[in-house]
């Protein structure tokens, strides 16, 4: 089976720098992704790690650790616009059997 | 290219009917994936096709089914629905290849059974 824990929420400044963990427990792995979803929209992929390291896109950036089964999403220079529900998800396969996590709920205050 | 699309967009139904939901992949894409999402659940997978067949299926009574056209297009079916299968319904395609990680959501459907 799988299992992936997330915070439930988190809040910030703009401007500022957010981490949001998580951690999984599963029996294979292929990879760990990143999805945004804002209220009434759909997920949207921000990023993917299949290797241990840090992976940047822009103001984002996701780190993988394979052998603590954690990895973190970090957004920089926080916007009013990043406020939005943030998902890990794994697959245990190539691209198949996608677990996602329970999502963290992103604040981004003024 | 376009998107993936999802037909109905929103939905109500009564305990006991069935629904049909559509969804189209983004061209070129063989594999699509349904999950359920809901406040309390979050999102759970359905089950993933590939090339018409079912590859994967997540825990899900089998009221819950699926199939997947020549064309990659796929449909859920929900018989005997019941109050708590309310969601939004989310499919999502990807290429299966390099970058196969990435899926691609649609806008979803939104079911409300009374």
């Known amino acids: 089976g799988q299992s992936l824990e997330q915070p439930s929420e988190v809040t910030a400044v703009e401007g500022a720098i957010v981490q949001i963990n998580c951690t999984y427990q599963?029996?294979?792995?292929?990879?760990l992704s990143w999805y945004q979803q804002h209220d009434g929209g759909a997920p949207t992929f921000l990023s993917y790690?299949?290797?241990?390291g840090l992976e940047e896109t822009g103001r984002f950036s996701s780190f993988l650790s394979r052998s603590d089964s954690y990895g973190y999403l970090l957004l920089q220079e926080l916007q009013m616009k990043d406020s939005a529900s943030y998902f890990c998800?794994?697959?245990?396969?190539?691209?198949?059997?996608?677990?996602f996590g329970p999502g963290t709920r992103l604040s981004v205050l003024p | 290219k376009a998107g993936v699309t999802q037909t109905p967009r929103y939905l109500i139904k009564t305990r006991g009917q069935q629904v049909t939901l559509s969804c189209s992949p983004i061209?070129?894409?063989?594999?699509v994936s349904w999950y359920q999402q809901t406040p309390g659940q979050g999102l759970q997978f359905l089950f993933e096709?590939?090339?018409?067949?079912?590859?994967n299926k997540g825990n899900f009574p089998g009221r819950f089914s699926g199939r997947q056209f020549s064309n990659s297009r796929s449909e859920m079916n929900v018989s005997t629905l019941e109050l708590g299968d309310s969601a939004l319904y989310l499919c999502?395609?990807?290429?299966?290849?390099?970058?196969?990680?990435?899926?691609?959501f649609g806008p979803g459907t939104r079911l409300l059974v009374l």
């Open positions: 096709y590939f090339s018409e067949t079912q590859r």
């Open positions: 999502a395609s990807s290429s299966q290849t390099s970058g196969g990680e990435t899926q691609y």
């Open positions: 599963t029996s294979g792995f292929y990879g």
């Open positions: 998800a794994v697959s245990d396969n190539y691209g198949q059997n996608f677990v």
């Open positions: 790690n299949a290797l241990d």
């Open positions: 061209s070129g894409h063989r594999s």
